[in-house]
């Protein structure tokens, strides 16, 4: 069921963006009066066509789904009737291929800021920004942030949620400099915290990066749950059960799913000893022996290979929902889709620079994930993953990068400068560059995306 969801949420995923980003092409193209001969989802040997509108547009579903294109009337590309050279798209003025080369990013930048404001007018659920007990001698507990803090701001932005504590903190961590959070302690009074990000590295960025930093979210002192208990697992083995409530490890008692999670990792291939309540009542003590994992760091780490949960209503206290008015929201949804892009404008620049891992390049198979993980967990986050993608594809195609959208864009531009078009050989160069640039990232992206299934 699982893998159903997952290629489900991704084909409809891709899909959509696809569309839409080719719609944005095929629209102001219509617009400038140029003619469109074919509008392509997808690469190859045609699945699906039919033949629509005034000129008689051929509309395609082809068999390799990742991309697509509107194909205009060109000279380049074939003869073209004397009595519809006007409609050519090489006849047209250099502004009006710029708009229509421009409006294919642009309409996934739209699509995102629609499904942003849609969540902002519906309200988007999330965990109050409360601090956990900083970890020892780590720079949160230097900083001296401790268990209750409320954080309002971090620089210059205020957050309401934890989810936007983390983004805030992640664009200014990649600064590497001290981070000003301002907060409420436990009693209520305003404080500042100096958080001192200027030891992370590259790979710290890439994975957990707050827990580097010894900042977590705040974990109620409520006695977890198991979940769903995974075949063949540790927890399975040892006979947990879903429902299960876990009341001490050892002769440890146990207030908190962290505090579960902590001793498990730290004791992979060792027994330990769960105390049990079982529908109502105790049950004779449990061994589960947690099997040993090793992470991107080479450390090894127990996992048991079940979920640890409260119950849902013993969490409200601590969440909050995010939620405007339908004009606020639209300014909402474009701060949030203009943040994104720059963010993701410098987290490539950061890379090309070494400063952020490569391996936070991802292909189809993680996107595919990501995909099917934010469907199984509702429609909101699958509509904040849609908006995310939306605005990745859009960044992506205004790269200058020969073949992309951005690639145009630049000649486009030379030419205005220039006063005349860039030479085809120049544009044959350009093209093999690009093939070349774009292959070798679409080679490393699924080398990511392989390491991350080999890895768990």
């Not at 849902?312 to 300014?331: D, K, M, N, T």
């Not at 949030?336 to 391996?359: A, C, H, N, Q």
Request: net charge positive.
């Amino acid at each position: 069921m699982n893998l159903v969801t997952t290629v489900g949420a991704f084909v409809v995923a891709i899909g959509l963006l696809i569309v839409v980003h080719e719609f944005g092409h095929y629209l102001v193209a219509r617009l400038c009066g140029v003619k469109v001969l074919r509008f392509s989802v997808g690469f190859g040997r045609a699945l699906w066509t039919r033949h629509a509108g005034a000129d008689r547009t051929e509309w395609v579903v082809a068999a390799f789904p990742l991309g697509g294109y509107v194909k205009m009337l060109d000279e380049r590309e074939g003869e073209v009737a004397p009595a519809e050279l006007a409609r050519a798209f090489n006849r047209q003025p250099v502004s009006r291929r710029l708009a229509i080369v421009s409006a294919g990013p642009a309409a996934n930048f739209a699509l995102a800021v629609l499904l942003y404001w849609g969540l902002f007018v519906h309200g988007v659920p999330g965990v109050k920004p409360l601090v956990g007990e900083p970890a020892a001698g780590s720079a949160a507990a230097r900083a001296g942030f401790a268990r209750g803090d409320l954080i309002s701001r971090v620089g210059d932005a205020s957050v309401e949620t934890w989810q936007d504590a983390r983004w805030a903190l992640l664009k200014q961590a990649v600064q590497r400099a001290v981070i000003e959070i301002r907060v409420r302690d436990a009693s209520g009074a305003p404080a500042l915290r100096r958080l001192d990000a200027s030891g992370l590295t590259a790979a710290d960025i890439d994975g957990d990066f707050l827990r580097v930093l010894g900042l977590a979210r705040f974990q109620p002192e409520l006695p977890p749950q198991v979940g769903r208990v995974g075949a063949g697992g540790a927890a399975e083995r040892a006979g947990l059960r879903a429902g299960d409530e876990i009341l001490a490890i050892g002769d440890r008692p146990v207030r908190s799913v962290e505090q579960a999670i902590e001793t498990i990792r730290a004791n992979a291939g060792r027994p330990l000893v769960f105390s049990v309540r079982r529908g109502g009542a105790v049950v004779p003590p449990l061994v589960v022996v947690p099997d040993a994992y090793v992470e991107k760091d080479g450390a090894s780490v127990g996992r048991m290979n079940a979920v640890l949960q409260v119950k849902p209503e013993a969490y409200e206290p601590y969440l909050v929902r995010q939620s405007h008015g339908w004009f606020e929201s639209i300014g909402k949804a474009l701060g949030r889709t203009w943040d994104m892009s720059i963010f993701t404008l410098r987290m490539l620049g950061k890379m090309v620079t070494g400063e952020v891992s490569l391996r936070n390049l991802s292909g189809p198979i993680t996107i595919a994930d990501y995909a099917g993980q934010s469907a199984q967990s509702g429609w909101i986050s699958y509509l904040m993953f849609l908006a995310l993608i939306s605005i990745s594809l859009g960044v992506l195609n205004l790269l200058p990068v020969p073949l992309l959208d951005g690639g145009h864009l630049m000649y486009y531009t030379i030419e205005i400068f220039k006063g005349s078009p860039v030479s085809d050989r120049a544009v044959e160069i350009g093209q093999q560059v690009g093939v070349a640039l774009l292959f070798s990232l679409m080679v490393f992206a699924l080398y990511n995306d392989i390491n991350r299934l080999l890895a768990g």
